[in-house]
């Protein structure tokens, strides 16, 4: 069996009186240096430790969070303030990549050593899929496989369904609070749900309603955003997302919490919105979501990012 080779990290080893070169100081610093970057990447591994959130500035233009990262050699990589960046240079229906590159200081010793930048494989902090205009949309950002440091990986994400509701009756007290009446159910296909339409009555169009529970994936501790997607809507379409469940301590029903309460108008539509602040007990809590379409709707995707805290 050969001996397996192993890298020797030289030290310098000081004395009274020794004369110090450049070397010396050098290799006391790569020394140190070599042995941070080894923790880093037999420790931790390499990707994102904390920040670098992109997220949507403008229909032109993204922000990059302030934060860390470790690249593939387990170097240090610090954005110390906010970055915002444009994608006016590319094209229509472009997939852009956002990527991090580690640059560090070099010598100051003249005016062309005082920077140095070291080639490395770049870190993908998100992908921007733009649209037929060049435009980023709503849901066009996408970081579910940005690399992240062991023990800090992304503890959130999507749970995504078709829409399968049961329909409203009389008495809700959402319809009572937007004086609605009960309004039709709506007609359940295998990609998505629409309202009853009759095009050779004389009565208007009522649109449909209904409500579905949500299942709470194991462990869920939040409820981050809630997405909804559909090609047709001719009025107004209410959207609630609801947190509801039962209170074992003092024994009664928990008093619906309305997480996201927001209203849809035009189509084709993608909503996204983000959940008021409430902490999920996965035992005890349950969540539906409550929507109705005021004229011809149909809805196509309802998605929940819960996350793991």
Do not use: C
């Amino acid at each position: 069996m050969k001996p397996i080779k192993r890298q020797i990290e030289i030290r310098p080893n000081y004395y009274s009186g020794q004369l110090l070169l450049e070397g010396d100081l050098l290799a006391e610093q790569n020394y140190h240096l070599h042995a941070r970057r080894r923790h880093n990447l037999l420790l931790h591994g390499w990707g994102v430790a904390s920040g670098l959130d992109v997220t949507r500035a403008s229909a032109t233009s993204v922000t990059i969070a302030p934060g860390f990262a470790i690249d593939q050699l387990g170097r240090d990589i610090m954005l110390e303030e906010q970055e915002t960046l444009t994608v006016s240079d590319f094209a229509p229906n472009d997939l852009v990549k956002i990527t991090l590159a580690y640059e560090e200081a070099g010598n100051a010793g003249s005016s062309s050593d005082n920077r140095m930048q070291e080639a490395s494989d770049a870190l993908t902090l998100a992908t921007v899929q733009l649209d037929k205009q060049g435009k980023i949309g709503v849901g066009a950002i996408d970081s579910s496989s940005t690399k992240r440091v062991q023990g800090t990986e992304t503890k959130s994400g999507w749970f995504a369904m078709p829409f399968r509701p049961v329909p409203l009756v009389k008495g809700d007290r959402y319809l009572e609070e937007l004086d609605l009446p009960v309004p039709p159910e709506f007609r359940v296909g295998a990609t998505q749900v629409i309202s009853p339409h009759f095009k050779d009555s004389d009565k208007p169009d009522r649109g449909a309603g209904g409500s579905m529970a949500i299942p709470n994936p194991p462990g869920v501790r939040k409820i981050t955003s809630l997405r909804i997607a559909g090609q047709e809507n001719e009025g107004d379409i209410f959207v609630r997302l609801i947190l509801a469940g039962w209170d074992p301590k003092d024994m009664k029903r928990v008093v619906e919490l309305d997480l996201i309460d927001e209203k849809i108008s035009g189509a084709p539509f993608l909503g996204e919105w983000p959940s008021k602040d409430a902490l999920v007990d996965p035992g005890y809590h349950t969540l539906s979501i409550w929507l109705l379409g005021t004229r011809r709707t149909s809805i196509s995707l309802v998605a929940v990012e819960f996350a793991y805290e």
